[in-house]
């Protein structure tokens, strides 16, 4: 293949589009254990390609039909939305009803553990006595549930019918319920494989932020701190940003003021509240015999 020749990072880029080939391969859930006749030719059905065409199409669709709502809305409009919101959920449904029966729910296997020559009972009450025993050993496992796209599905589709056919009246916190429609969206992933690399890596990479959002929020806590002492920030008098809401009075508001300004809203007018000084503060002199100066630390801040 000529590979013998490649440099280092002609090796490295062969590499990298391997791997990522890899991935890109549409992958072919495992067939079901026993299956045979119109199961096996369901399973078969939803494996192909076209199929997900399809259902990709129908995906689209409700997204953009679910990006048409409006506030207010006319009557034609409530009751056409209430019409194609079951039609949708009847198509999801029927999917996870036929995806489930044909990759199967629940199955179990019994291997044998004992050693080459163990006499080992037959029947049921035998199999029964021998795993007892430790000479079988049985394991239980879900085709359908054990990909986590399948849960997700499963997952998203239980709420749009709990949404359009149980709490169709509901008030209060049930009907936030509703919201989670929404998720609907997110069944594109799975669909596009470039999209589901992306999500891969971000749940692969999960540990690395959660410990870097650990290390910022640290070292915001330091400052907030710092910054909420009596003779920083404290009770410099209230500004643009800073007010009874937004200030150093203790570290926990600090921190809340600090990340905000991480975020790059405001942060200007803060720093410019921080470092107000006289005639617009009130500063504590010998002869203004006041409890503390609420004025700010211009090169501090």
């Keep these: 293949s000529g590979s013998a020749l490649y440099t280092d990072h002609q090796r490295t880029w062969w590499a990298t589009q391997k791997t990522l080939g890899d991935f890109l391969k549409p992958k072919k859930a495992p067939s079901p254990p026993n299956a045979w006749g119109g199961r096996l030719l369901l399973y078969e059905f939803l494996q192909r390609e076209d199929y997900d065409q399809v259902m990709m199409f129908v995906i689209i669709v409700n997204t953009a039909w679910m990006a048409t709502e409006h506030f207010p809305s006319g009557e034609v409009y409530n009751q056409l939305k209430v019409y194609v919101d079951n039609i949708f959920v009847t198509v999801y449904f029927a999917e996870l009803l036929a995806k ?40 239980f496992f879900s085709p359908f549930f054990r990909d986590s796209w399948n849960c997700f599905d499963w997952v998203v589709v239980m709420f749009s019918v709990l949404n359009s056919w149980i709490l169709t009246d509901a008030e209060g916190p049930m009907a936030q319920v509703k919201l989670l429609r929404v998720l609907r969206a997110f069944r594109l992933v799975k669909k596009f494989k470039t999209l589901e690399i992306m999500v891969q890596t971000l749940a692969g990479a999960t540990t690395a932020i959660i410990s870097a959002l650990f290390f910022l929020v640290i070292w915001i806590f330091v400052f907030a701190t710092i910054m909420s002492d ?36 405001a942060w200007f007018d803060a720093i410019a509240d921080c470092a107000v000084q006289p005639p617009f503060c009130t500063l504590k002199t010998d002869e203004l015999d006041i409890e503390y100066s609420d004025c700010g630390q211009g090169a501090l801040s």
């Design 230 to 265: 009596k003779q920083m920030f404290r009770h410099v008098r209230s500004g643009k940003v800073i007010n009874d809401r937004w200030n150093f009075e203790d570290p926990i508001s600090g921190m809340m003021l600090l990340f905000r300004a991480a975020t790059g809203d």
């Design 100 to 139: 489930m029966y044909s990759f199967g729910v629940f199955y179990y296997e019994i291997c044998t553990t004992a050693p080459e020559g163990t006499p080992l009972s037959e029947g049921f009450l035998g199999t029964f006595i021998d795993l007892i025993k430790g000479n079988k050993q049985v394991t």
